[in-house]
């Protein structure tokens, strides 16, 4: 057996019986999954892919969608300009937390839903076609293949949504959304609800890691300056209010999302995708976390 192949296998039997957590309840779409699933893929810098584990399930993105799209903010506007409607400070909240900065209605950060749905408003349409198919199409160049949209987990996600839009429409009375809210929002729910297997998703942090070339495809798909702004976000407000604790014990760059899924990268070094649909209080992956504790242990891959 390959080594690499054999050394992930490992690390992914040693997590294999230590889940704990339940499925994202509040989508009943999400709810339904297979709760045992576990996956885990690994790329390097010359497009060296390995997968192991049940490699082949699809699951939709969810939040992990959240630093690709500031990607493609701060690609159509600059960083100056997308800084106006959103921080880049960690919140210490929970991902649905009403993060409105005083005064100003600017969500902390774009990886919290205020702050990822504001992102989404940035995004040129106009509408709703527009911007979501303009969304797609960059997620799936920082994939490297056409990725689609679930569409039953969309109508989920829309159907219980509200506390979303009300984000919305308490961002548009701050003129941090522009136009019809719904036109942001269920491009919001549309990015959320791509299908992606931990290669893709491995691909797609391999892509922020090699300075915005994707390590599949060779495109250059953002400018390396995005990627690193993109990445030092991640650092700080991936993982919501478990971001410290996340860095302390696992020291890279990281994102999560309510379907399991779960990204990581060393800048220059690799992309990890991890799937596990069991979450903690926080909404992070359980057995994810504790893969990735156990890959960057096993590799010596904290930052510092
Ligand atoms: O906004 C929501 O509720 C979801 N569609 C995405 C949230 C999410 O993935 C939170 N992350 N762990």
């Known amino acids: 057996m390959d080594p690499i192949h054999a050394m992930l296998a490992g690390v992914l039997d040693d997590v294999r019986d230590r889940d704990a957590g339940d499925l994202a309840g509040y989508i009943p779409e999400l709810a339904a999954a297979e709760p045992d699933r576990l996956a885990l893929a690994v790329i390097g810098p010359r497009g060296r892919l390995t997968a192991v584990g049940d490699a082949d399930s699809a699951f939709t993105i969810q939040s992990m969608s959240k630093p690709f799209v500031f990607a493609l903010a701060l690609e159509a506007l600059g960083r100056d300009e997308v800084l106006r409607f959103v921080g880049v400070e960690p919140s210490g909240e929970p991902f649905n937390a009403i993060s409105l900065e005083h005064g100003t209605g600017r969500p902390a950060n774009p990886l919290i839903n205020a702050g990822a749905i504001a992102t989404t408003g940035l995004i040129p349409g106009p509408g709703l076609d527009a911007r979501s198919g303009r969304i797609l199409e960059g ?13 039953s987990v969309y109508a989920s996600e829309s159907a219980t949504g509200d506390r979303n839009r009300a984000l919305g429409h308490l961002m548009r009375s701050h003129g941090v959304i522009l136009g019809e809210v719904s036109d942001t929002v269920e491009a919001y ?41 993109v990445i030092s976000v991640m650092t700080s407000c991936g993982m919501y209010d478990a971001s410290g604790s996340w860095l302390l014990r696992v020291g890279l760059p990281a994102k999560s999302g309510v379907a399991g899924g779960l990204l ?41």
């Open 264 to 304: 990581a990268l060393a800048p220059s070094q690799f992309g990890v995708g991890v799937f596990s649909p069991r979450l903690d209080a926080h909404g992070n992956s359980t057995r994810g976390q504790l893969l990735l504790e156990r890959l960057s242990d096993v590799f010596g891959m904290h930052m510092f």
């Open 139 to 151: 997620l799936s160049r920082f994939a490297g293949r056409r990725l689609t949209v679930d569409e």
């Open 189 to 229: 729910f549309r990015q959320c609800s791509v299908l992606v297997t931990v290669s893709d998703v491995a691909v797609m942090a391999g892509t922020l890691a090699f300075g915005g070339r994707n390590p599949l495809t060779g495109e250059q798909v953002i400018s390396e300056r995005t990627a690193r702004d």
